[in-house]
């Protein structure tokens, strides 16, 4: 029984740290996305607004890549986030 507990309990804990894992890869996809995204709109409309800062730290992922080729047609830095 105490065996079987154990392996239950080891089981659980590796779910538990792939989990962690994966939940850490796709934050760090995330946040590499919209370093590349702040540092386009630098690059092209001058330094990055808070309010757009605050759009893109709480933005997902399809959001961040439909800004990243908004930002090819932009005039304006609105443009890239309309």
Known sequence: ERVRLQ???DE???QGIEKGVKKGRE??????????LATQIA???GA???WA?????????AALNRWALQILDAQ???DVFA
């Open 7 to 9: 392996r239950a309990r």
């Open 76 to 78: 304006r830095i609105e």
């Open 27 to 36: 934050k760090g996809q995330l946040d590499g996305a919209a370093t590349v």
């Open 43 to 45: 690059r092209k409309f």
């Open 53 to 61: 800062r605050v759009r893109m730290n709480q933005a997902d992922e």
């Open 12 to 14: 659980a804990l590796e």
């Open 48 to 50: 990055l607004p808070d």
